[in-house]
């Protein structure tokens, strides 16, 4: 699976980013948080596989690479304009940025390679987790604001292209071995643990600073349905985190390069849209 780099644009309306989720405010901005996360975040996931590029001999991986690295750019360049428009919209974007950014230049100052290695494929899976979620059941943006939906669905199908990327590196450059899995795993748990803890506090801000959507009861219901109800993320993503755990896990196990089809005629419609054109 060659990633590939596409460099898109989205028609994001200013005026609809404190609300443009078809279920509210709640829900737009646990988007937004998680948007928060990403252009520092996929800095520090370039560089932790960047680190180690020179270390990989195969020719395949070394081109899967340079897609990763590739499309993970575009992503950080395209959510930070998402961030500017939450920023000039009243909410604090870039304050809650330049913490995460604190806090990642010191992992990677202070932290071996091989940890900010073991954060990074983590957390990809995190990302492949949450894709799968969004591919599988369009009902989770159901009528929401169209371009949100489509940067949204962009990044997805390219997180799930280049899910195992990471993966293969840390596989390639580091010892096997009962250490390798106790590393892989102990740094899951904790990833777990300040990645969750970072995505509420982020997205108890958003709501806090955007006056309109505190305390509305509906809102709120509708939050922890869509979290955490029969059909939530939490639980569709439950087994998936386990499978992490096992000694033999690949990313590419749950093979769900199918849903990767749709993704030229997405490509077309964003194009489209910058153009001025609508769906044809």
Do not use: C
Not at 267 to 275: D, H, L, S, T, Y
């Amino acid at each position: 699976m060659l990633p590939i780099r596409r460099d898109l644009r989205f028609a994001l309306p200013a005026e609809r980013i404190k609300n443009w989720h078809e279920q509210g405010p709640f829900i737009t901005h646990f988007f937004n948080a998680l948007s928060l996360l990403f252009p520092q975040g996929e800095l520090f996931f370039m560089d932790s596989v960047r680190h180690y590029r020179q270390r990989i001999e195969a020719p395949e991986l070394k081109k899967e690479i340079q897609g990763f690295i590739g499309q993970e750019a575009m992503h950080s360049r395209e959510h930070v304009a998402y961030n500017d428009l939450l920023q000039a919209a009243g909410l604090p974007a870039h304050t809650l940025d330049r913490r995460l950014k604190m806090i990642l230049d010191a992992q990677k100052k202070y932290m071996p390679a091989s940890f900010n290695l073991a954060v990074t494929i983590a957390l990809e899976h995190y990302t492949a987790m949450l894709a799968e979620i969004l591919l599988s059941d369009p009902s989770r943006f159901g009528d929401s604001v169209k371009g949100y939906q489509q940067m949204w669905y962009w990044h997805a199908l390219e997180e799930t292209e280049h899910k195992a990327v990471a993966f293969d590196v840390w596989n390639s450059v580091i010892k096997p071995g009962p250490k390798r899995y106790l590393l892989r795993t102990g740094t899951m748990l904790t990833t777990t643990l300040l990645f969750w803890v970072v995505v509420f506090d982020f997205h108890l801000r958003l709501l806090f600073a955007d006056r309109r959507s505190g305390g509305h009861v509906k809102g709120f219901w509708r939050m922890l349905k869509f979290l955490y109800g029969p059909k939530g993320v939490f639980p569709r993503m439950a087994l998936p985190w386990l499978h992490y755990f096992k000694p033999g896990f690949h990313p590419w196990d749950h093979d769900n390069r199918a849903r990767l089809a749709g993704i030229d005629r997405l490509v077309e419609e964003i194009e489209q849209a910058q153009n001025g054109y609508g769906p044809a």
